[in-house]
């Protein structure tokens, strides 16, 4: 019974699908059996990741990330990006502007007159820190901290480049993901307190593609936290 073809492409796609599966495990040292049981989990990224369109992961999604995008609460559209207003809409434009007080000349002439003015970013500090590095808990197996520990004045820069410490001790938790070659990659901020969203950002960068181990399995989600501290006077 010749098929038909509909049939036909099922069975390429098919095909397709299992050498790509084989291919895979062969890469990883894994067996096709071992991955099938394995998906849907994700060992390195358990909210989901980031990728730019070539296969490679930038990074993980977040907690929060996660929930908004399930639950659909995406970011409000700018009011550049709405649709042009209906026919009706010069009538309300109108009405609200004939009850409103009229604006001086020297007013209506300032740039960005009635916007309020953007807030400033946070000022630099120069605070000395103590800083610890550590623990990286791994979600298999054990890791040392590597060449995390190494950076700890590019911690203290972030830091203080992005408002300093807004309590008496602060901590940033970094989640990323290991393969065989040991390097921080996908990284994401999973936790802070006490700093800046920005600093904490920067610390996420400075952990970015950091040596740290090799990991027990071929591929290994971890959390490293890194905690600061006011340096006693």
Do not use: H
């Amino acid at each position: 019974m010749k098929p038909t073809p509909r049939r036909a492409r099922a069975l390429i796609m098919l095909s397709c699908a299992s050498l790509l599966l084989a291919f895979g495990a062969l890469a990883s040292g894994e067996t096709t059996d071992a991955l099938l049981r394995r998906y849907p989990y994700d060992p390195a990224c358990p909210w989901g990741r980031i990728g730019n369109g070539k296969g490679l992961i930038v990074r993980c999604l977040s907690e929060a990330e996660a929930q908004a995008l399930r639950t659909g609460a995406l970011p409000a559209p700018n009011s550049s990006a709405l649709p042009a207003a209906s026919s009706t809409a010069p009538a309300v434009v109108a009405a609200s502007s004939a009850s409103a007080p009229p604006v001086a000349p020297e007013e209506a002439s300032e740039p960005g007159a009635g916007t309020p003015a953007p807030s400033p970013p946070p000022a630099p500090s120069n605070e000395k820190l103590e800083i610890t590095v550590g623990p990286v808990t791994a979600d298999s197996g054990t890791l040392g901290i590597g060449k995390l520990g190494a950076a700890r004045d590019k911690y203290l820069k972030c830091v203080n480049d992005n408002g300093g410490l807004k309590e008496a001790s602060g901590e940033v938790q970094v989640r990323f993901m290991l393969r065989q070659k040991g390097r921080a990659e996908g990284v994401s901020v999973a936790k802070r307190s006490g700093v800046s969203a920005e600093a904490a950002r920067c610390v996420s960068e400075v952990v970015d593609r950091r040596y740290v181990g090799v990991p027990a399995e071929p591929m290994v989600g971890a959390t490293v936290s890194i905690k600061f501290a006011k340096a006693a006077k």
